[in-house]
């Protein structure tokens, strides 16, 4: 069911839909979260349509807020709230708020957003795109628990790496992270079967993937090993090679779907590792609603030997994106660690299903 509403309030959003789900027969609220995303006209569909996938393991009350100052400064002194209510069918297993925010009200979207949570329930804001600086400090992060970015739409995402790295609070997280979670739980199942310690690595990816660069800052962190970045065509990030004394342990994902485990006195393996859509990674991460602290030490550490600095993360020397030097040049030598125990320090979210 939909319902439009022009030059409206919170308050009568609100009416409508309580409305919309007596109309559609769901009269009670089992929603678990509020997801708050913040897009423009541009991409709403395509996040619309990824939280509404996410809902069905997640049911959310979703509320896009879409701001449109408007061009003059006419526009931009008409301050006008136009909504659209989907519930049932049209909204995923949850409820869907468009909120469309004209003139000065889009300056004070948390005013408008505010009345809208579900109350006594987690908040989540994601910004597919055009992230703030300091998501915790955002007005509409001010009111999340957990707050997603996504270096990876940003114009150079190896800076937005470093931003995040500067600005990071407890409860944010970026999808650059996320899209490496089966790759960590590869790697770690790899090295607890191999009890070699591991001497350097090499990660291939495409240039200015900012996910490449991240599995690369948390090897570096978590072996205490140099690591290697390589520039590859892609898609995304293709191969990860270790190297130890017994050999060399490769996973290799040429075509974005399928990857080969090559291991030393084994044989080789095909294992599935194939690209995540948006709403598996945003499905992902609603998952868990903690901080995640193994997030935070790999960017900020990475960030620090990327650099060569201590933050702020903008005072180290540029780095062209993809272009990263060798990524823990300044590392410590490889410590004398067993592979169970790698595993463990560096893979403790990847409980979660991918």
Same mark, same amino acid.
């Given at each position: 069911?939909?319902?439009?509403?022009?030059?409206?309030?919170?308050?009568?959003?609100?009416?409508?839909?309580?409305?919309?789900?007596?109309?559609?027969?769901?009269?009670?609220?089992?929603?678990?979260?509020?997801?708050?995303?913040?897009?423009?006209?541009?991409?709403?569909?395509?996040?619309?349509?990824?939280?509404?996938?996410?809902?069905?393991?997640?049911?959310?009350?979703?509320?896009?807020?879409?701001?449109?100052?408007?061009?003059?400064?006419?526009?931009?002194?008409?301050?006008?709230?136009?909504? &659209?209510? =989907? +519930?049932?069918?049209?909204? /995923?297993?949850?409820?869907?708020?468009?909120?469309?925010?004209? @003139? $000065?009200?889009?300056?004070?979207?948390?005013?408008?957003?505010?009345?809208?949570?579900?109350?006594?329930?987690?908040?989540?804001?994601?910004?597919?795109?055009?992230?703030?600086?300091?998501?915790?400090?955002?007005?509409?992060?001010?009111?999340?628990?957990?707050?997603?970015?996504?270096?990876?739409?940003?114009?150079?995402?190896?800076?937005?790496?470093?931003?995040?790295?500067?600005?990071?609070?407890?409860?944010?997280?970026?999808?650059?992270?996320?899209?490496?979670?089966?790759?960590?739980?590869?790697?770690?199942?790899?090295?607890?079967?191999?009890?070699?310690?591991?001497?350097?690595?090499?990660?291939?990816?495409?240039?200015?993937?900012?996910?490449?660069?991240?599995?690369?800052?948390?090897?570096?962190?978590?072996?205490?090993?140099?690591? &290697?970045? =390589? +520039?590859?065509?892609?898609? /995304?990030?293709?191969?990860?090679?270790?190297?130890?004394?017994? @050999? $060399?342990?490769?996973?290799?994902?040429?075509?974005?779907?399928?990857?080969?485990?090559?291991?030393?006195?084994?044989?080789?393996?095909?294992?599935?590792?194939?690209?995540?859509?948006?709403?598996?990674?945003?499905?992902?991460?609603?998952?868990?609603?903690?901080?995640?602290?193994?997030?935070?030490?790999?960017?900020?550490?990475?960030?620090?030997?990327?650099?060569?600095?201590?933050?702020?993360?903008?005072?180290?020397?540029?780095?062209?994106?993809?272009?990263?030097?060798?990524?823990?040049?300044?590392?410590?030598?490889?410590?004398?660690?067993?592979?169970?125990?790698?595993?463990?320090?560096?893979?403790?979210?990847?409980?979660?299903?991918?």
């Amino acid at each position: 069911m939909k319902i439009d509403l022009t030059d409206t309030t919170s308050s009568k959003i609100n009416a409508g839909v309580i409305q919309a789900r007596r109309a559609s027969g769901t009269p009670a609220v089992g929603m678990v979260l509020t997801l708050v995303i913040v897009t423009d006209e541009g991409n709403a569909y395509d996040a619309l349509k990824a939280a509404g996938d996410a809902s069905r393991e997640h049911p959310s009350r979703i509320l896009a807020v879409i701001k449109r100052p408007g061009r003059s400064p006419r526009d931009r002194a008409k301050s006008r709230l136009d909504a &659209e209510i =989907r +519930v049932g069918s049209d909204a /995923g297993t949850g409820e869907t708020v468009m909120l469309r925010l004209h @003139g $000065e009200l889009a300056n004070h979207a948390e005013s408008v957003v505010l009345p809208l949570l579900l109350p006594d329930a987690p908040v989540v804001v994601w910004w597919p795109e055009d992230a703030p600086g300091n998501p915790a400090e955002h007005p509409l992060g001010k009111l999340a628990q957990r707050r997603i970015t996504d270096a990876a739409a940003a114009e150079d995402p190896v800076a937005a790496l470093r931003v995040r790295a500067d600005t990071y609070s407890p409860g944010d997280t970026d999808l650059a992270w996320t899209r490496i979670t089966p790759w960590r739980s590869m790697l770690a199942a790899a090295l607890d079967q191999k009890h070699s310690a591991v001497t350097a690595a090499i990660v291939e990816g495409e240039p200015y993937n900012p996910s490449t660069e991240l599995l690369g800052m948390w090897l570096a962190d978590r072996l205490e090993v140099p690591v &290697e970045r =390589r +520039v590859s065509d892609g898609p /995304g990030l293709t191969a990860v090679r270790l190297s130890t004394a017994d @050999g $060399e342990i490769c996973l290799d994902r040429a075509d974005g779907a399928l990857a080969e485990l090559a291991m030393p006195g084994q044989p080789d393996r095909h294992v599935a590792l194939k690209r995540r859509d948006t709403a598996e990674l945003i499905a992902e991460e609603l998952r868990r609603l903690d901080p995640d602290d193994i997030y935070r030490e790999t960017v900020r550490v990475g960030v620090k030997r990327l650099t060569g600095h201590d933050h702020p993360a903008g005072d180290g020397p540029e780095v062209a994106a993809g272009q990263a030097p060798e990524v823990a040049d300044t590392a410590p030598a490889a410590r004398k660690t067993t592979a169970r125990k790698t595993a463990a320090s560096g893979n403790s979210r990847t409980g979660k299903s991918k």
